[in-house]
């Protein structure tokens, strides 16, 4: 692992005359908003292109510079144009950055293979592993796309996209097999509400940021259960000791779990209102089954979707992930919500680090 570096001292050479975020969520539009207020500091006008899959969400973006369907009435700089067309907002671009629904990506990249220039660079924002193959998003990238891991940055952290849009302090990690294209990357998002840092545990970032959201999710239910505090910072801290478990198994740097992608994270993910797998788990927890918890929120809980692929990735590394296990049999409906605060901590007793 590479020691994390503050991106403020190398954003040197960072810049790029065309970047395309393929997503026009709440996250994929603060990022575009993110690098477009980064390039303002720098003194630089790329062109930044953001696609939405509903062309009036596109032409709102062009024209207004707005996305009220996700950041209300929040302003888009000028900087930003956006299509509908997926071929027109990756000709050209130095860097992609991808901000999809982590089981829809490998279909949409379909639409991308061949358009990439010979050193584009493509970043994932996606938090979430793909169910059927339990392949992580660098790993899903890099196999539709023919790329090389160090032409792959993945970005996460404590990211909670309303807070980011309005400009609230954050700080995140940048991680690619090759510490300049992570500096790189760094440099081009760095503001003075956004504050990027690097390092090369790919592996341990991204599996941070989906387990995450599973914790969330028990996180949420507690709260729909009327369990209090001592319940929920137990789970939150057992869950990091899930992750940890997983990643390391899997060749993931420990120190990864104790800065912003893992325990940075987990807490905002966790403790936010604006957390979409928290709300996920409270209604879960209020009684509603998984199909009308889909049915009653507006953007994707990526934790219900990914759910069943920590376990399965879990179960074939030999990992325990009771916490996991229970959030999922909840979801599947095997297991009655009411039954899961026991199961919530079933492990057989040990010592606390292991």
Same mark, same amino acid.
């Given at each position: 692992?590479?020691?994390?570096?503050?991106?403020?001292?190398?954003?040197?050479?960072?810049?790029?005359?065309?970047?395309?975020?393929?997503g026009a969520g709440s996250w994929g539009s603060t990022f575009?908003?993110?690098?477009?207020?980064?390039?303002?500091?720098?003194?630089?006008?790329?062109?930044?292109?953001?696609?939405?899959?509903?062309?009036?969400?596109?032409?709102?973006?062009?024209?207004?510079?707005?996305?009220?369907?996700?950041?209300?009435?929040?302003?888009?700089?000028?900087?930003?144009?956006?299509?509908?067309?997926?071929?027109?907002?990756?000709?050209?671009?130095?860097?992609?950055?991808?901000?999809?629904?982590?089981?829809?990506?490998?279909?949409?990249?379909?639409?991308?293979?061949?358009?990439?220039?010979?050193?584009?660079?493509?970043?994932?924002?996606?938090?979430?592993?793909?169910?059927?193959?339990?392949?992580?998003?660098?790993?899903?990238?890099?196999?539709?796309?023919?790329?090389?891991?160090?032409?792959?940055?993945?970005?996460?952290?404590?990211?909670?996209?309303?807070?980011?849009?309005?400009?609230?302090?954050?700080?995140?990690?940048?991680?690619?097999?090759?510490?300049?294209?992570?500096?790189?990357?760094?440099?081009?998002?760095?503001?003075?509400?956004?504050?990027?840092?690097?390092?090369?545990?790919?592996?341990?970032?991204?599996?941070?940021?989906?387990?995450?959201?599973?914790?969330?999710?028990?996180?949420?239910?507690?709260?729909?259960?009327?369990?209090?505090?001592?319940?929920?910072?137990?789970?939150?801290t057992r869950g990091l000791a899930e992750t940890t478990r997983?990643?390391?198994?899997?060749?993931?740097?420990?120190?990864?779990?104790?800065?912003?992608?893992?325990?940075?994270?987990? +807490? =905002?993910?966790?403790?936010?209102? @604006? *957390?979409?797998? &928290?709300? !996920?788990?409270? $209604? %879960?927890?209020?009684?509603?089954?998984?199909?009308?918890?889909?049915?009653?929120?507006?953007?994707?809980?990526?934790?219900?979707?990914?759910?069943?692929?920590?376990?399965?990735?879990?179960?074939?590394?030999?990992?325990?992930?009771?916490?996991?296990?229970?959030? +999922? =049999?909840?979801?599947?409906?095997? @297991? *009655?919500?009411? &039954?899961? !605060?026991?199961? $919530? %901590?079933?492990r057989d007793l040990k010592a606390e680090g292991k």
């Open positions: 692992m590479t020691a994390p570096v503050d991106a403020a001292r190398t954003s040197s050479g960072a810049g790029a005359h065309r970047i395309a975020v393929l575009a908003k993110v690098l477009a207020d980064a390039a303002a500091g720098r003194g630089e006008e790329p062109e930044i292109v953001l696609w939405a899959r509903r062309p009036e969400v596109a032409a709102e973006i062009a024209e207004h510079h707005t996305n009220t369907t996700y950041l209300g009435e929040i302003g888009l700089p000028e900087m930003i144009t956006a299509t509908a067309d997926v071929g027109e907002a990756v000709a050209g671009a130095d860097v992609v950055v991808l901000a999809l629904p982590a089981q829809s990506l490998r279909t949409q990249l379909d639409e991308v293979r061949g358009r990439l220039g010979a050193e584009t660079v493509v970043v994932s924002l996606i938090k979430g592993l793909e169910r059927g193959t339990d392949l992580r998003m660098s790993e899903v990238i890099a196999e539709q796309l023919a790329l090389p891991a160090e032409r792959i940055a993945v970005i996460s952290g404590p990211n909670l996209a309303m807070e980011i849009a309005r400009e609230e302090p954050t700080a995140s990690v940048v991680a690619c097999a090759d510490h300049a294209v992570a500096e790189r990357i760094a440099g081009l998002s760095n503001t003075g509400y956004f504050r990027p840092y690097t390092n090369s545990d790919v592996v341990g970032v991204e599996l941070a940021g989906i387990v995450k959201n599973v914790i969330a999710l028990a996180v949420g239910i507690c709260d729909g259960q009327g369990l209090g505090d001592n319940s929920k910072a137990s789970v939150i997983l990643a390391h198994a899997l060749g993931g740097t420990l120190e990864t779990f104790s800065g912003l992608a893992g325990l940075g994270d987990l +807490v =905002a993910t966790c403790a936010s209102p @604006l *957390s979409r797998n &928290r709300t !996920a788990g409270r $209604l %879960l927890g209020d009684g509603l089954t998984a199909d009308e918890v889909v049915a009653e929120l507006t953007q994707t809980a990526e934790g219900m979707k990914s759910g069943s692929a920590v376990v399965d990735l879990a179960r074939r590394h030999g990992v325990e992930m009771p916490i996991s296990e229970a959030v +999922v =049999a909840v979801l599947d409906g095997t @297991l *009655s919500v009411d &039954r899961i !605060a026991p199961l $919530l %901590l079933a």
